[in-house]
């Protein structure tokens, strides 16, 4: 009888063991994730420190949105085998629930632990543009840069950072060199929208519409146009790029502003106040503006504020 039972406790693990990967092996093929998830707990009663299944419940858990839980399963393995994967995993999950500081120290962990890490460093550089850390993402970005010297979008975003502290020629230096990587829809917007920025209209109106001729459906390529071909003088171009923004948002607050501007221009007093009542409806719908603080939300009043104070004070005198 002590014969079996020695024998039972030698085997009794083994069972366990198959029984667990069993499971394992049936939740990677199960595509409703609370199922796969229960399986995932199974397999953790059965072997509780078999670190990989905390890591594979966590992968569902942050698939269905469960951060939370995510990040659990993760600071355990962390706790007893840290490693470069798992610091990156829950740095994803922080950053999902917007804990920039989090996912930044988890990036640079992960890149720490493996600085062949290429998708931890981009990460890390990513959430420091997130927490306004400009010259520190330069730096990332450029070791990426090193590493892809073809990655557009390297180029772009590292352009971001140039822009925020006003490193204006090599924020334009990037977004032409993304362009000519990758010469699609977003980098020809995005170097037009840049271009608004620095007031040069001309040249933002050819970016944006190289953009909309590959991608028609921006509706922030038609308003920046719309604003750019007011400033130009074409008035009429500017009214019907306005109108298709509004097509795809009709609480565009913005491009009721500037339809109400481009009418006015063009002495369309009926159609500029129709557009300015509109646009007021939706900023203020429960009292009258009464002075242009009223527009502090809107892109008017921050980008263009004297050309949008002149449009005021003749849009409030139509009766």
Known sequence: MKKIFLLFLI??????????????????????????????????????????FYFYRAIAKNDMGDYSGAIVDYSKIIVEEPDADTYFNRGNSRYSLKDF?????????????????????YSLACVKLDLNEYESAIKDFTAIIKQAPEAANVFALRATAYSAIEQYTNALKDYT???????????????????????????????????????????????YRGAATLFIGKYDEAISDFQEAIKFDSLDFDAYLGLAMAYVKINDTANAKLNFDKANGILNPDKQASSIEDYNNTYWFHEQYFYFNNAINALVKID
Not at 23 to 28: E, G, L, T, Y
């Open 11 to 52: 085997l009794f693990p083994t069972l366990y063991f198959g029984q667990a990967n069993k499971i394992i092996r049936q939740a990677s093929r199960e595509t409703d994730l609370n199922k796969k998830i229960k399986l995932y707990n199974e397999a953790i009663k059965l072997e509780p420190e078999n670190l990989d």
């Open 177 to 223: 060199t993304a362009i000519s990587i990758q010469p699609n829809a977003d980098n020809y917007f995005n170097r037009g929208a840049f271009l608004m920025e620095m007031k040069y209209y001309k040249d933002a109106y050819i970016d944006l519409t190289k953009s909309l001729r590959i991608n028609k459906n921006n509706p922030y390529a038609y308003f």
């Open 101 to 121: 500081t989090g996912a930044k120290e988890d990036y640079a962990k992960a890149y720490m632990l493996d600085e062949k890490f290429i998708d931890a460093l």
